[in-house]
């Protein structure tokens, strides 16, 4: 079974671009969960989006914004980049709600954003 | 206070040693506890989770779960240099505000061989 994939695994962008990230769940999952990893910050919790429609967002300004699609797969989009979004983003999927075990959460390798 | 809190370490055990992670929490509504390890340069990997009080066992690893202390732990048996990791202590709530994993800092550990 294929995990959860992302694309492209490296981006390097000048501040105030745009940059757009891309995530593939696992199949049969419907919720997708971002996440940014920056050097000394941990793991912070982005958006999450379930069944087409965003159920919850962290503590990020609006131009962290995304979308999920029809299958699934989902896009973050980072408006207006600064120095400080650069890091790790990690895309993870789960089964819907209604699984006894979609809290699990699997992770996709993540996109390197490094803003220049 | 942070919402989850872990020792960064580096906590250094010996290869055949048993390893303890901890991690405590603030939310007392936070139901279930994960449980991931994380390679240097790569994503995090689900290794344990743990919903009730009590200890729960698999292969190598035992978490433990007091709830009414706040606080969860890790053990290791027969630490590996494989293990060589940072484990990161997540809690999780089915509500909604908390599906959304909110992780410690996350615990390096290195087994010296």
């Known amino acids: 079974e294929a995990g959860v994939t992302q694309s492209p695994t490296h981006l390097i962008k000048t501040r105030g671009q745009q940059a757009t990230l891309r995530c593939s769940p696992i199949s049969g999952h419907t919720s997708v969960y971002w996440y940014q990893q920056a050097l000394g910050l941990g793991l912070q919790f982005l958006l999450w989006y379930d069944e087409g429609e965003e159920r919850n967002r962290g503590n990020f300004p609006p131009r962290f914004s995304g979308r999920q699609f029809p299958n699934y797969s989902s896009e973050l989009n980072v408006n207006a980049l600064e120095l400080e979004d650069s890091a790790l983003y990690l895309c993870?999927?789960?089964?819907?709600?209604?699984?006894?075990?979609?809290?699990?959460?699997?992770f996709g390798p993540g996109t390197r954003l490094t803003v220049t | 206070q942070k919402e989850v809190e872990q020792n960064s370490g580096p906590l250094s055990v010996p290869e055949g040693a048993i390893a303890s992670l901890n991690c405590t929490y603030s939310?007392?509504?936070?139901?279930?506890f994960f449980w991931y390890r994380q390679y240097s340069g790569k994503s995090p990997e689900l290794i344990m989770f743990i919903y009730s009080n009590g200890d729960k066992e698999d292969g190598r690893f035992t978490a433990q779960l007091n709830k009414a202390s706040q606080y969860v732990s890790l053990l290791i048996r027969d630490s590996q240099p494989s293990d060589s990791a940072t484990y990161l202590c997540a809690p999780y709530g089915m509500d909604t505000g908390r599906r959304a994993l909110t992780f410690g800092s996350g615990t390096r550990l290195q087994v010296q061989p």
């Open positions: 939310d007392r509504g936070s139901q279930s």
């Open positions: 993870a999927s789960s089964l819907a709600l209604a699984y006894r075990n979609s809290y699990e959460q699997y």
